[in-house]
Every structure is written in structure tokens, then in C-alpha cells.
């Protein structure tokens, strides 16, 4: 008798204790929940922030890309009733009117994505400058000015596509659970 006694006790003590470890586990289990679902929410903010921004930026892109290549096309049409100093400033102006905005949109974002996708994007900025220094200050009878045209505009070209690989690359890395 004294066993049973025992025996219920010690089931009645086993229960408490159970009962009090069931309690915390899913105490911890909610704060875990919780936290994940914090976390998560955070991340796909983040996300969809960041991916705004490359839509902004590439969108950007494409019209520095055009006004670059259209700095010095290989095929040009020439309006007669426009000067070479007039199609000079006009050229440079749509080339300024892409540059600037590209430019300012990468660095006012630039702690909101990745050093590796500035850099990439950096490089297309500082080649597309390049060129317009190239085009406003060469001699456009000189082979040479051709040359680089030709040689500028496969390198901007080339690192368009670097850019954009590298913001595919952001997007395969990046997991919203």
C-alpha cells in the first residue's frame, strides 16, 4: 500500500514536472515563431526595397547605354540643317541627361545593395564618362578617335552584361523563406 502510494505520488510529481517542461518548450517554441516570422518579414521588406531599386537603376541603364553608344554611332545619320557644334551639344546633352541621374540613383542607394553590384555599376559609370571625355575633346577626323569609339563601345557593352550578371547573381542568393 505504502508503494502505491508512492507510485502516485511520484506519477503526480512526474506529471507536474512534464506539464511544467511541455509549458516552456512551447513558450520557446512561440518566441521562436515569432522571431522567425520578424525575420522573414524583414527580409522580403528588404528584398522588395532592394529590388525597386535595381528596377530604378537598370531602367537608368539603359538610357546611359544609348546615349553613350549614340555619342559616336558607327552608322550616323546626319541632319543638314544641324551644325557639327549643334549635334556635338545635342549628343552631350542626352548623354549629361542620362549620366546624371544614373549616377545620382547608384550612389543614393548605394548602402541598400551590394559592394559587388556598385562596383559593377561603377565601372559602366566611369567607361560611359570616359567615352564622353573621348568624344568632346578627340579630333573626329583622326582614325584614332574611331578606334577608341569602336573599342569604348564594346567595353561598355561588356560591362552592361557584367552589371547585369551580377544582379542575377543577387537575386539567386537572395531566399525569402
Known sequence: MLGALF?????????????????KTESSLSKLRIDLE????????????EFKIYQEIWKK????????????PALDHID??????????????????AFHPFRDSIEENKPFYPESVYL????VLSTSH????????????????WD????NQKEIVSLIDIACESLRQ????VKVV
Not at 120 to 123: D, G, K, N, T
Not at 130 to 141: A, G, M, P, V
Not at 148 to 151: L, Q, T
Open 7 to 23: 507510485a502516485f505520488l511520484g506519477k503526480i510529481a512526474i506529471g507536474r514536472l512534464l506539464e511544467k517542461e511541455r509549458s
Open 38 to 49: 520578424k525575420s522573414v518579414h524583414i527580409g522580403k521588406a528588404q528584398f522588395d526595397f
Open 61 to 72: 541603364l539603359v538610357l546611359l547605354r544609348s546615349a553613350t553608344l549614340g555619342l559616336r
Open 80 to 97: 543638314p540643317n544641324e551644325s557639327d557644334e549643334e549635334r556635338k551639344s545635342r549628343r552631350m546633352k542626352e548623354f549629361s541627361d
Open 120 to 123: 559593377a555599376l561603377s565601372e
Open 130 to 145: 570616359k567615352e564622353l571625355i573621348s568624344f568632346n575633346y578627340q579630333k573626329r577626323d583622326s582614325m584614332k578617335y
Open 148 to 151: 577608341e569609339a569602336v573599342k
Open 170 to 173: 543577387r537575386f539567386e542568393n
